[in-house]
């Protein structure tokens, strides 16, 4: 069976901590990607990656920053935590091309008090 | 760019009977997919049914159905016999269509609508 794993369910951070939140595929997907969810705003794209070592700015990349060294994992780095980037945070993974078919982990809620 | 617009964001509806989900976006391309996904409480993203822009007849699954207008621009979906396992958050998306082997399109989703089925 297909899956994305994102490592913690829920996290609770500090403000101005350093905060990784870390996905793993085992569909040996090029393509990654994280979102976070907002109620009322649905769902926002942060960053993607569509190889090993290569990304791309999502709509909302500020604050954010993301890691790709193994083709199977895919952080997305807080680099100082803030209460604003309090959210759902879901990574996702698809195939070139076939990004119609995304397979999307159960989420990490953070909360930064 | 790209914008999907749910003007609902909250609907219930009884067991076993029909509702439709309204979804609207904007867009300057011309080949693209529209999506909704389901997402219940376990959180897991869940795809309920796609549209290719191309395609004129309408998608469906099982209970669940599209009513897709290109000119308005409209995505509605429709879940006929409602079940309790129906409740979730359900999201539209929009993809353009893309050929770059290297390139990895994204989706854009819109607010969601939190469905509730009533017993």
């Known amino acids: 069976d297909v899956k994305v794993t994102q490592s913690s369910r829920y996290l609770v951070k500090r403000t101005g901590e350093k905060v990784f939140l870390e996905c793993v595929q085992d569909m040996d997907h090029e393509n990654m990607f994280w979102y976070r969810q907002d109620p009322g705003l649905g769902l926002r794209l942060i960053y993607f990656?569509?190889?090993?070592?290569?990304?791309e700015k999502g709509d909302i990349p500020e604050g954010y920053s993301v890691s790709r060294e193994k083709k199977e994992r895919f952080s997305l780095i807080l680099e100082s935590a803030s209460t604003n980037q309090t959210s759902m945070y879901l990574c996702?993974?698809?195939?070139?091309?076939?990004?119609?078919?995304?397979?999307f982990g159960s989420g990490t809620q953070l909360s930064v008090l | 760019a790209q914008t999907v617009t749910q003007s609902q964001p909250e609907m219930s509806v009884q067991e076993a009977e029909t509702v439709t989900l309204s979804c609207t976006y904007d867009t300057s391309e011309s080949n693209y997919y529209l999506f909704w996904y389901k997402q219940p409480p376990s959180r897991q993203m869940i795809l309920v049914i796609r549209q290719e822009a191309y395609k004129q007849q309408n998608a469906t699954e099982n209970r669940f159905s599209v009513n897709f207008q290109k000119a308005a621009k409209s995505f509605s979906l429709k879940i006929s016999d409602s079940q309790l396992g129906d409740t979730a958050m359900y999201f539209c998306?929009?993809?353009?269509?893309?050929?770059?082997?290297?390139?990895?399109?994204?989706?854009?989703f819109g607010e969601g609508t939190q469905l509730t089925v009533n017993p």
């Open positions: 998306a929009f993809m353009k269509h893309v050929w770059a082997e290297t390139s990895g399109s994204r989706l854009t």
């Open positions: 990656s569509y190889d090993v070592k290569m990304k």
């Open positions: 996702a993974s698809s195939r070139p091309r076939r990004t119609e078919k995304l397979f």
